[in-house]
Nanobody, 116 residues
Framework: QVQLAESGGGLVQAGGSLRLSCAASGSIFSFNFIMGWYRQAPGKERALVAQISGGGATNYADSVKGRFTISRDNAKKAVYLQMNSLKPEDTGVYSC?????????WGKGTLVTVSS
């Protein structure tokens, strides 16, 4: 089994930065997993923010391009989301996701609140 644990959320003013971390545990976790960060804003459905393959290929939502950076450390079984120039519309619960074939695993999420 693979478990994911997010950390790093909190309250920040608009224009500020936060770095989210996701730690994976479990013997079957490997670099083959596609890792992603999703955001569920208040009153909205969960949506992809950023995604990274085992080889480092990345994909971002248009709304965060140029501001957010996803990275991973396969040796540490960790994925990160560096968020800069935060906006109030970035507020939401950020969840870490790991996918590999039929496995689709979610963390519990961490709340990010950006004040104006």
């Amino acid at each position: 089994q693979v478990q994911l644990a997010e950390s790093g959320g909190g309250l920040v003013q608009a224009g500020g930065s936060l770095r989210l971390s996701c730690a994976a545990s479990g013997s079957i976790f490997s670099f083959n997993f596609i890792m992603g960060w999703y955001r569920q804003a208040p009153g909205k459905e969960r949506a992809l923010v950023a995604q990274i393959s085992g080889g480092g290929a990345t994909n971002y939502a248009d709304s965060v391009k140029g501001r957010f950076t996803i990275s991973r450390d396969n040796a540490k079984k960790a994925v990160y989301l560096q968020m800069n120039s935060l906006k109030p519309e970035d507020t939401g619960v950020y969840s870490c996701n790991a996918r590999y074939y039929t496995m689709n695993i979610w963390g519990k999420g961490t709340l990010v609140t950006v004040s104006s």
